[in-house]
């Protein structure tokens, strides 16, 4: 059975950084692109970064760009997302996600990041 | 990378049918035909209910139909059940390897 689950969420200043991680299981990881998505309490998903296979490619949507970078370990099965500068409006569940051809599929659970003083 | 468009809210009673739309521009929906469907319980993961416009994934059940005309995509649930009463989303491929979600859309079976 394939699944994803994320770790590294927690409470952070503004400015701050964090790591999220999130560990695949029961698909060949390598194989796959990747993706972050996040969820501000009480509103809508976001699409935040993509990674192809081999971690050459990477993609993220204007709000965190500069910020935020996507990274992939396939030895590890493991997908990253450092999360630098980190501001009030990042607050979120993130979640990460199989990208199989853009349609997302398995979902992690979430984890949950709250940036606030 | 702005939001597809979807209405805030729908409704049905047990049995109806009701339709989503989701609407995009020439740059995703239009474009391409990587639209997908999620439906979202609150507080938990989103999960996947079509794909590539109109697939739908094994354990889907068919009362679950997407459908796209022009930039602007639709999901049909057809014979309403309680357990479809939950939060929809759609997704469209945008280009250079992004991808833009709608602003959701509260299923609410009366």
């Known amino acids: 059975e394939v699944h994803l689950v994320e770790s590294g969420g927690g409470l952070v200043q503004p400015g701050g950084s964090l790591r999220l991680s999130c560990a695949a299981s029961?698909?060949?990881?390598?194989?796959?692109?990747m993706s972050w998505v996040r969820q501000a309490p009480g509103r809508g998903l976001e699409w935040v970064a993509n990674i192809n296979t081999d971690g050459s490619g990477k993609y993220f949507v204007d709000s965190v760009k500069g910020r935020f970078t996507i990274s992939r370990d396939n030895a590890k099965n493991s997908l990253y997302l450092e999360m630098n500068s980190l501001r009030v409006e990042d607050t979120a569940v993130y979640y990460c996600?199989?990208?199989?051809?853009?349609?997302?599929?398995?979902w992690g659970q979430g984890t949950l990041v709250t940036v606030s003083s | 990378q702005s939001a597809l468009t979807q209405p805030p809210s729908a409704s049905g009673s047990p049995g109806q049918s009701v339709a989503i739309s989701c609407t995009g521009t020439?740059?995703?929906?239009?474009?391409?035909?990587?639209v997908s469907w999620y439906q979202q319980y609150p507080g938990r993961a989103p999960k996947l209910m079509i794909y590539d416009v109109s697939k739908r994934p094994s354990g889907v059940p068919d009362r679950f139909s997407g459908s796209k005309s022009g930039n602007t995509a639709s999901l049909t649930v057809s014979g309403l059940q309680t357990e479809d009463e939950a939060y929809y989303y759609c997704s469209s491929y945008g280009g250079s390897s992004n991808l833009v979600f709608g602003g959701g859309t509260k299923l609410t079976v009366l």
């Open positions: 020439s740059s995703d929906i239009g474009g391409y035909n990587y």
């Open positions: 029961g698909f060949t990881f390598s194989l796959y692109w």
């Open positions: 996600a199989l990208n199989n051809n853009w349609r997302f599929d398995p």
